[in-house]
């Protein structure tokens, strides 16, 4: 090729990137609702819940370690590396995220090699091609036979000159974007629910230490009554009624040994192992609520990633419209082919045997009868859907937060009153078995007190445990320490 026509190519491909631009809207990010702050954490602070600073109380990405659990930091340190969901969003991402290398490598031209060899035999005006089948029209040939070798570069570009492919990579780069934060979420859902079972397997084990305790003192009741009846100051029926009582209260605790099974499977199954391979020695329940904080609304939505997802595949749907709009414009392809011809291959890098080709084509649709149109408005349509979507999260989170510090609030009031229940049930229970053993109350009174007892102290723990549970849910519902800015920026 010579210089004047490599400078001829150069001068086409410059004129063709100053020309070149961008159709379609920009993004800006549409307003989201919001409020000037939660209006359920203006309300009194409950006994064990302080509001404070986002990021008070939380270590980065280690949010639950406030709860000074070493069992729940182990279990929940196994969720982003062996939970399955987490490894699936992980995947997803890493798909994304090559999608949108692919999407920019058609910013470049397409470069590739081609050989070819042929050897033909010519008799009569007919050849016969070994390697490539050839028809020879040249029907004075004298036929014999020729060989011919041939190698060369080829190269095609389609300039971006609309910004098609400018806009494809800005919505494939968004939607990896949405992708992070998709992982990013699912490690948070996994997280939150690991807590919230644990919280749970930790009542119930503590519930089954209350039965333990309540059978205890059932059977003790059981055996004066079974005296008084031998001495014949109480009836049978006493003596049956606490017997009932006591058989209650084992199966009760009994019952509890599937629910603690089940929970101990399911978090076997959010860290990533099949239930036969964990085991969880039986402790007490956390007994304080650990401090957690509740940022302010504006923070909230750079804090959630389930709002980040929602606003890059906004971010997304907006560059698509500019793919459908670059439909209306030309499309021009360049290409180009170097390389050498000659009949033997020891010739094939000679001087004289160069040979080169340049060639461009435009192509522009004239007539289309609406389509280009129809994908334009459809285009718009699915961004005011992604915009509706955005808005609702938004909604949602707030809905959440408000949801858990509400919660909270009553819980421990809720907590406060059942702990002076149970107290005084406790109280109840001792006078009214002393009164019994002199014979001054009768049985059933015993019974109720006790039965009374037994649902005061379960009552407290399933409070505790809904809030430990509810505090869980807010730290999700505030992003658990995540923030926006996490994202990958390509």
């Not at 009836?235 to 209260?249: E, H, K």
Request: glycine content about 6%; proline content about 4%; charged content about 15%.
């Amino acid at each position: 090729m010579t210089g004047l026509r490599w400078r001829n190519l150069a001068a086409t491909i410059s004129l063709c990137a100053l020309a070149a631009c961008t159709v379609g809207p920009n993004y800006h990010r549409p307003s989201a609702p919001s409020s000037p702050a939660f209006k359920e954490a203006q309300g009194p602070v409950a006994a064990g819940w302080q509001t404070g600073q986002p990021g008070d109380g939380i270590d980065k990405g280690a949010w639950w370690s406030m709860y000074h659990d070493a069992e729940l930091d182990w279990l929940e340190t196994q969720v982003a590396t062996a939970n399955q969901t987490v490894k699936e969003y992980e995947a997803a991402y890493r798909e994304a995220h090559q999608v949108t290398a692919a999407a920019r490598a058609s910013f470049f031209p397409t470069v590739g090699v081609t050989a070819d060899a042929t050897r033909t035999h010519s008799a009569n005006g007919v050849s016969t091609t070994t390697g490539t089948t050839t028809s020879s029209g040249d029907t004075t040939s004298s036929g014999g036979t020729r060989s011919s070798f041939t190698g060369a570069l080829e190269a095609s570009w389609v300039p971006d000159l609309w910004g098609k492919t400018r806009r494809t990579v800005e919505s494939d780069r968004d939607l990896a974007q949405a992708s992070a934060a998709d992982l990013a979420n699912a490690r948070l859902a996994a997280q939150a629910t690991l807590a919230q079972d644990y919280f749970e397997l930790r009542t119930l084990d503590e519930q089954a230490t209350v039965y333990k305790s309540e059978i205890a003192s059932f059977q003790q009741f059981l055996d004066i009554t079974k005296i008084q009846y031998q001495q014949g100051t109480q009836a049978q029926s006493a003596v049956l009624t606490a017997q009932t009582q006591l058989l209650g209260a084992q199966a009760a605790m009994q019952n509890l040994g599937v629910a603690r099974a089940a929970m101990e499977h399911a978090i076997a199954v959010l860290v990533g192992k099949a239930p036969s391979e964990l085991s969880i020695p039986a402790a007490p329940t956390p007994k304080d609520v650990p401090e957690a904080p509740a940022s302010l609304p504006s923070v909230l939505l750079q804090r959630r990633p389930d709002i980040a997802a929602a606003e890059r595949r906004m971010a997304s749907e907006n560059a698509l419209v500019g793919v459908a709009t670059a439909a209306y414009f030309p499309t021009i392809s360049l290409s180009g082919e170097y390389g050498t011809g000659a009949s033997s291959l020891g010739n094939l890098f000679s001087a004289g045997t160069a040979l080169w080709s340049l060639g461009g084509s435009l192509t522009e649709t004239l007539l289309d009868f609406g389509a280009r149109h129809a994908q334009v408005q459809a285009a718009k349509a699915a961004y005011d859907q992604q915009v509706a979507t955005y808005r609702q999260t938004v909604l949602t989170a707030f809905q959440g937060v408000e949801d858990e510090l509400a919660a909270l609030h009553v819980y421990a009031q809720e907590y406060d009153t059942l702990l002076k229940t149970e107290e005084s049930a406790h109280q109840t229970v001792q006078l009214d078995l002393a009164q019994y053993k002199a014979g001054t109350i009768d049985y059933t009174t015993v019974i109720t007190a006790q039965a009374t007892e037994l649902s005061d102290r379960i009552n407290r723990l399933t409070v505790l445990q809904e809030r430990l549970q509810a505090s869980a849910l807010l730290v999700e519902d505030l992003g658990g320490g995540w923030a926006a800015t996490d994202l990958p920026k390509d």
